[in-house]
């Protein structure tokens, strides 16, 4: 079968993926078309996403380069800002095709082909094609037009996308694809739209000119399509562009750009580019290797860096690792230190600036993915954390107790162990609406409990309770205790304790599942 022909089949094939043909739950209407609803709870959403996701991946090859994924997801976040809160979390995934497409997964999974990206004559017309797919994503178009008659086995589609792949010859499976897609013509069309439109005001919203949209339909409508290969406008993956175009231009043209973003994305996007078309040219996923520097001259530093950050002199350390980096800017080490003493000095942001340093010189050092994903968790960035969290998985030691932390870190990012929590004073009935915050003196007992989801009931004991008191000291630690109702708890005895602000953590791996500050010795 010839290349371009077998190419096209792949589209159509991707398109039996895309959220934006298929879905159903609640009623959702920016322009007026109301979908079909059925019963499918963002929870189903979720578990079929994930399940698509990792069957995809588990058969297609991926680009994994952190130059292109994080100039990707940097970009996309910055448009999922936008459309806060939603349920889901977003991921982004860039798979080598030479096809100009993009497709998106319930619940956040957003494909894009590489030449899409590396087609895109502007950071705004990239950015039109993501707004498209996050739209497809934030409308629940899988969930509101979805019905079982119509998509009975989403996940055997992906293993055919896998062999066709495989074995360079789509045929029946294409053929069987093609049926399928022209029965959801119906939700497929009036979802498109529906995502034009939506996306067209969330990339506004994030400083990108929406103008950008039309410009990239216009590069599909102008790509070079064999005449021998007759396939309908609705087998591709956005049916009827040329129709469409000139509704994006009149939407484009009413739109005022309310948000900006910095001149260094733009620079992002150019090298985002550059190290794209390099990996296609070489046929590889990622580039990988450190630019040479000598440890013996930086050994010193990064020792005296050690020993004062031990001694609590954090910017003597500091210093000393900025001396060592203005010897040997390509030891990856020196950042990757950094990074450790400002976390330990509750100094985030800049941790995170320093652990990047670190992966853009070495992009195999798991551990500081791993550290990127806990601080941007810390900051309350979901999406940016499990980008993290993702990356780090890949690269550490498969089967390994790091990837079962990276692991745990995902899930529960998507899946919070704790539905519910609070405090109580003895006696107090737990998993109430209220929460104790105040305990009065000679009240004997503060009770923290928690409503435990039942994916992680057999690892209760891994997790800890941690009671800290005002002066910062860890008063107690202990592993939960099994309360009635399927609650967890542990219990803290207040007699003799300090007056003043408290705090109470819990930690599953390691990883922060609830977190609350009380006062002992009120009146």
């Known amino acids: ?41 963002e929870e189903d959403e979720r578990s079929l996403g994930a399940q698509v996701d990792a069957a995809i991946q588990a058969q297609v090859p991926m680009i994994d380069d952190p130059v292109v994924l994080g100039f990707v997801n940097e970009l996309g976040q910055r448009i999922v800002a936008q459309i806060e809160p939603q349920p889901f979390i977003y991921r982004f995934r860039v798979i080598p095709n030479s096809t100009l497409n993009a497709f998106a997964l319930p619940s956040g999974y957003i494909y894009f082909h590489s030449a899409t990206i590396l087609q895109a004559g502007s950071i705004n017309e990239l950015a039109g094609v993501m707004g498209h797919e996050i739209a497809h994503v934030k409308g629940r178009h899988y969930a509101r037009g979805s019905e079982a008659t119509f998509w009975p086995s989403l996940l055997a589609r992906v293993a055919g996308i896998g062999a066709a792949i495989a074995s360079g010859q789509p045929g029946f499976a294409a053929a069987a694809e093609g049926v399928n897609v022209a029965l959801q013509l119906k939700y497929s ?12 005001v969330f990339m506004a919203r994030a400083g990108f000119d929406p103008e950008g949209m039309g410009r990239f339909f216009e590069r599909i409508v102008a790509a070079d399509v064999p005449s021998a290969i007759e396939i309908p406008p609705y087998l591709y993956s956005h049916p009827d562009l040329e129709k469409r175009i000139s509704g994006v231009e009149l939407r484009a043209s009413t739109l005022r750009i309310t948000g900006h973003y910095e001149p260094a994305l733009e620079a992002s996007f150019r090298a985002a580019q550059a190290r794209l078309a390099r990996l296609i040219e070489l046929g590889r996923t990622s580039l990988q290797g450190v630019p040479p520097f000598d440890r013996t001259r930086t050994d010193p530093y990064l020792e005296r860096a050690s020993a004062a950050a031990r001694a609590g002199h954090t910017e003597e350390a500091l210093t000393e690792l900025d001396a060592a980096e203005r010897v040997e800017p390509n030891d990856p080490r020196i950042s990757f230190r950094a990074g450790e003493i400002l976390k330990d000095a ?29 601080a941007y968790k810390q900051l309350g960035n979901r999406h940016d954390a499990a980008y993290w969290y993702e990356h780090a998985e890949r690269r550490f030691k498969q089967g390994g107790a790091y990837q079962q932390r990276a692991h745990l870190a995902l899930q529960t990012l998507e899946y919070p162990p704790v539905s519910a929590a609070g405090l109580a004073a003895a006696n107090e009935a737990v998993g109430g609406a209220a929460s104790r915050d105040v305990f009065a003196r000679g009240e004997t007992e503060a009770i923290w409990w928690a409503k435990l989801d039942k994916r992680y009931a057999l690892l209760r004991r891994r997790v800890k309770v941690r009671f800290t008191d005002p002066a910062g000291t860890v008063a107690q630690e202990s592993t939960p205790e099994k309360l009635p109702d399927g609650h967890i708890g542990a219990r803290l005895a207040l007699a003799g304790r300090a007056s003043g602000t408290w705090e109470v953590e819990a930690a599953l791996d390691g990883q922060v599942i609830d977190r609350r500050s009380f006062a002992v010795g009120g009146s």
């Open 346 to 374: 509750g100094r985030t942001r800049e941790a995170i600036t320093a652990w990047r340093r670190t992966v853009a010189l070495d992009s195999s050092v798991a551990l500081a993915y791993y550290h990127l994903g806990d």
């Open 189 to 200: 069309r009036q979802y498109e739209t529906e995502a034009d439109e939506m996306g067209s």
């Open 1 to 41: 079968m010839a290349a371009g022909r077998r190419a096209l089949l792949l589209s159509a094939l991707a398109l039996g993926l895309a959220v934006g043909c298929a879905s159903r739950s609640g009623k959702f209407d920016p322009i007026g078309a109301i979908g079909s609803i059925a019963e499918v709870s």
